[in-house]
């Protein structure tokens, strides 16, 4: 069975870090492009960012370019979301998701982050 | 960036109904079209990939269609398990975005 579990979510202040990680088991992690989804509360979802199987690829929406970044061990089949310089507006449950031809077929069942001072 | 326009935005119906939800993209996706249905609580699930291909275990009363920009996902007979909000998904190019949701709830 696949199974995704996020972690790191919390309180942070505005302007502060954190990290999203995400275990992975049931599959080949590494056979598998990964993704995460926010949504935030009230809201509908948001695409944030698309790692490839290698990892070598990633690509993120706009309004986290340049502040987010997205990488993956393989070896120990977790997913991660570093987020940096955050804001208000990033407050939201972070899913990840597992990709099959950019679609998200699996989920997680999500980690709050909420921004705010 | 693709805007996907889901209509619409709440639609009332009973149990044993058929209903249709739109989903317009403001351009072509060709049929890189995902649907997905998320309860309260619950993360979303995927139903219908390429505009009009089942998901894994997904039941039969869900379909896609549609081509270009214009797309439906039908729900022939809703049963009480259907009530929930609906997103589609659109994967032709960076960076990929999802419609604004159509809640179905029940009259």
């Known amino acids: 069975e696949v199974q995704l579990l996020e972690s790191g979510g919390g309180l942070v202040q505005p302007g502060g870090a954190l990290r999203l990680s995400c275990a992975a088991s049931?599959?080949?992690?590494?056979?598998?492009?990964m993704g995460w989804v926010r949504q935030a509360p009230g809201k509908g979802l948001e695409w944030v960012s698309h790692?490839?199987?290698?990892?070598?690829?990633?690509s993120h929406a706009d309004s986290v370019k340049g502040r987010f970044t997205t990488s993956r061990d393989n070896s120990n089949n977790t997913l991660y979301l570093q987020m940096n310089s955050l804001r208000a507006e990033d407050t939201a449950v972070y899913y990840c998701?597992?990709?099959?031809?950019?679609?998200?077929?699996?989920w997680g069942q999500g980690t709050l982050v909420t921004v705010s001072s | 960036e693709i805007v996907l326009t889901q209509s619409p935005a709440t639609l009332s119906s009973s149990p044993g109904e058929r209903v249709t939800l739109s989903c317009r993209a403001s351009q072509s996706v060709i049929s890189y079209l995902a649907w997905y249905q998320q309860k309260p609580g619950q993360a979303p699930r995927l139903l219908i990939y390429?505009?009009?291909n089942r998901a894994t275990g997904i039941p039969a009363r869900f379909s896609g269609s549609g081509s270009g920009t214009d797309f439906t996902l039908t729900i022939s007979g809703l049963e009480p398990e259907d009530f929930a909000v609906y997103y589609c998904?659109?994967?032709?190019?960076?960076?990929?975005?999802f419609g604004g949701g159509t809640k179905v709830e029940i009259k």
């Open positions: 049931g599959f080949t992690f590494s056979s598998y492009a």
């Open positions: 998701a597992r990709s099959s031809s950019w679609y998200f077929q699996h």
């Open positions: 390429d505009a009009s």
């Open positions: 790692i490839s199987e290698s990892g070598g690829s990633a």
């Open positions: 998904q659109h994967r032709n190019h960076w960076p990929l975005t």
